[in-house]
């Protein structure tokens, strides 16, 4: 994938591999939990990542914060590659990209006010003096819809969808350009989850946001993204704008994916995809496809060559056979 100006964020073959011990006096193994994935994120867009659990999705997101290090490949901030920065860079390049991850009480600490963990971004990165923090920190309360009285409250005090709205906050705190949510809403009942999106939205208007939204609800995904990438198995299988992914798929993983999302039509004709088996283990990867042992359409092909991620027209798709399956899917 080539660098495009109107990329904030652009991941470029990016790879990351743990060594795991398998036991004393046995060979360590390899597992690749984000395999070649390349993607870029225009300023201004919320860029939806749905997969099914253990795809590689939140690892991805700890590798383009730095939070982990990459085995290979690049993480493009502005057109500067993080992994080759210092620690004092990256210090600089921290205020600009933030992240709320998905359980909003095990990523605050108990002991600390609201107060206290909203300031805690502030104080680490020298903002102002006392005043000027609590100021900030009443604007951001006021921002994410939290009444500035709660400022003194703990953790536990707080509703679900009240800590995630202090996560929230606490991102926004340095004026960010770029924030990853990490299932940000899945923890959260269905009636706060919308309450949070519409929240995450008007924020993105007021402040000139840049979202990657990772999630393994792609209803959720469709309604807050302008484009969504699907990864299985470490792999990035197909990318399109939203409305081309639901109207046109491409891959039969994502056929799959989207024919299991819930219809509130009980006489909806949707038919639902079963797939066969269970997702592999990434220390015993399939060769070539990495979807073709639950593929219902595979050939010979699929299991001894990797398909690369090719664009068509703005829709790309990592599949030997696109274009040419008839999967029959009423979307």
Do not use: W
Request: aromatic share 6%.
């Amino acid at each position: 994938m080539t660098s495009e100006a109107n990329y904030l964020v652009e991941l470029q073959n990016l790879t990351k591999v743990f060594q795991i011990n398998s036991g004393k006096g046995m060979k360590r193994l390899s597992l690749t939990a984000v395999n070649d994935v390349s993607f870029g994120v225009k300023e201004g867009e919320i860029f939806g990542l749905v997969g099914e659990s253990g795809c590689g999705k939140s690892t991805l997101a700890k590798v383009v914060l730095r939070l982990l290090e990459a085995t290979s490949g690049a993480v493009l901030f502005e057109g500067q590659d993080i992994n080759k920065m210092s620690r004092q860079e990256l210090k600089k390049i921290r205020r600009q990209m933030q992240v709320v991850f998905q359980d909003p009480y095990d990523s605050l600490n108990p002991r600390l006010t609201l107060e206290q963990l909203a300031a805690e971004p502030l104080i680490i990165h020298k903002y102002g003096d006392k005043a000027a923090r609590r100021r900030r920190i009443e604007e951001l309360f006021l921002q994410v819809g939290l009444p500035p009285e709660l400022m003194q409250r703990y953790p536990h005090q707080l509703s679900g969808g009240q800590r995630q709205r202090l996560c929230i906050a606490r991102s926004l705190a340095l004026s960010p350009k770029f924030v990853i949510c990490d299932e940000a809403v899945s923890s959260l009942d269905v009636s706060i989850q919308a309450q949070i999106l519409n929240s995450l939205l008007d924020l993105k208007e007021q402040n000139g946001l840049t979202y990657l939204f990772i999630s393994h609800d792609l209803s959720v995904v469709k309604f807050i993204s302008d484009r969504i990438g699907v990864m299985y198995l470490g792999r990035l299988v197909e990318l399109a704008k939203t409305e081309d992914l639901f109207s046109n798929v491409l891959h039969p993983y994502t056929h799959a994916l989207i024919s299991a999302v819930p219809e509130a039509d009980p006489d909806s004709s949707t038919e639902r995809v079963l797939l066969q088996g269970g997702v592999p283990s990434l220390l015993y990867p399939p060769g070539g496809c990495v979807f073709h042992d639950r593929c219902p359409f595979k050939q010979d092909i699929c299991e001894r060559q990797v398909p690369a991620l090719q664009d068509r027209g703005g829709h790309a798709v990592a599949c030997h056979f696109s274009g040419q399956l008839d999967m029959n899917i009423a979307l």
